[in-house]
């Protein structure tokens, strides 16, 4: 397994290895949704590596490395040795064919020697919960399913994923690896705290709250904020999640983030499924456990040997990234401290992240987590 980095700019263009790398198999990347609308950036990359599957999307930020930039397309190039890919994309136009959706992608992926399944979706136009649950519905937790949607930093106008193409908006598209001798790790953290009472979901439909404890969702949600939080909805809504649990598990708790509301309605659309009778309870964090949450994700994730060469794809929620401001980079730092040196990084900030549940084993719909996966080749 060989992995280049790589990123392109606007002003100097792509910044890539003089040799090596023309025969990589998979080119991934991020970038902003302004930039990734350019040609130049693709003809540059396919140039450099015409064999190559593209695959990437739009994000509230790149992580690259040690660093985290906005204004870059910052990728990595990979060339296996004895894994082979597929690929598969699907268009949707409304959330409610997500989950067919899904299940159309993991049956065009599945197959007996399945490793692995990377997914990358719009990230406003899906259920992220009904895309989990259709993919599952097909693969179940025979091989990990990790990913994330992508994000339009905290504007929520547009994504874009593309796959081999110029990025769009309303694509969901996936790699399968396949073979015996790729080792997938995968970790999620954290570093959320609850406060406030419990609430019950008394009404919702899919991702759309409608009532918490029988109040309007969005009034209750309200009485929590400040003038220039409620002013700043729904952005802003992401410094505050809401943590549900099933009444019939307490142990199976998920994370949601707000990704719109509704001001006549006084609803709100979340980037996963809001089941009735589930409760639901507001979330704050510091800088010091969201740090502390990315190392957890790292010491669960790795599979790479201390010296052996392996990717780690980082993918933390646009929510982290506004609370943590000026100090985003203090969770890289705590993953960098983790993970072992000769491992590649790259990453984005998204809408939702996809991984298996610590639990269950079953993939969900992470939101406001930090999301490693950790790919790497057993030695011959």
């Not at 930039?35 to 450099?48: C, D, P, V």
């Not at 590596?49 to 990595?76: E, K, M, R, W």
């Not at 996963?272 to 800088?287: E, I, K, N, V, Y």
């Not at 491992?343 to 298996?356: K, V």
Request: charged share 20%.
């Amino acid at each position: 397994m060989k992995i280049h980095t790589l990123s392109w700019t606007p002003v100097s263009g792509l910044s890539a290895p003089e040799t090596g790398g023309e025969d990589s198999d998979l080119v991934i990347y991020f970038g902003g949704r302004e930039t990734l609308k350019g040609a130049a950036w693709r003809e540059a990359f396919s140039a450099r590596f015409p064999s190559a599957l593209h695959f990437g999307c739009s994000a509230g930020g790149q992580i690259a490395a040690n660093d985290i930039a906005d204004d870059t397309i910052n990728a990595v190039a990979v060339k296996f040795e004895r894994t082979t890919l597929r690929s598969a994309e699907i268009e949707i136009a409304d959330a409610a064919e997500t989950r067919r959706c899904g299940q159309t992608l993991a049956a065009a992926l599945d197959a007996p020697d399945l490793a692995g399944v990377l997914v990358l979706s719009d990230g406003l136009k899906v259920n992220g919960s009904e895309l989990v649950a259709g993919l599952v519905d097909v693969i179940g937790k025979r091989a990990p399913i990790c990913g994330g949607l992508a994000a339009d930093d905290a504007e929520f106008l547009e994504t874009l994923v593309g796959l081999s193409g110029p990025p769009r908006a309303g694509l969901i598209a996936a790699i399968g690896f396949y073979g015996k001798d790729l080792r997938i790790g995968h970790g999620s953290g954290g570093g959320w705290e609850v406060f406030g009472p419990n609430r019950i979901i008394t009404k919702s439909q899919g991702n759309v709250l409608l009532e918490l404890d029988g109040q309007p969702a969005l009034d209750l949600y309200e009485s929590y904020l400040c003038p220039e939080d409620i002013e700043g909805l729904p952005g802003t809504a992401m410094l505050f999640p809401l943590l549900i649990r099933s009444p019939d598990c307490h142990e199976m708790d998920l994370v949601r983030t707000v990704l719109a509301i509704d001001r006549e309605t006084r609803s709100m659309t979340f980037a996963g499924d809001m089941p009735t009778g589930w409760t639901a309870q507001l979330m704050r964090s510091t800088l010091e456990s969201l740090a502390r949450g990315a190392a957890t994700a790292a010491d669960r994730s790795s599979t790479i040997p201390e010296n052996g060469d392996g990717l780690a794809l980082i993918i933390s929620c646009v929510g982290r990234k506004l609370v943590m401001g000026q100090r985003v980079a203090d969770e890289i730092d705590a993953i960098v401290e983790r993970l072992p040196a000769g491992a590649a990084r790259l990453g984005f900030y998204s809408y939702g992240e996809l991984s298996p549940h610590a639990r269950t084993g079953f993939c969900e719909l992470q939101n406001q987590t930090m999301t490693i996966m950790t790919l790497t080749e057993a030695p011959l």
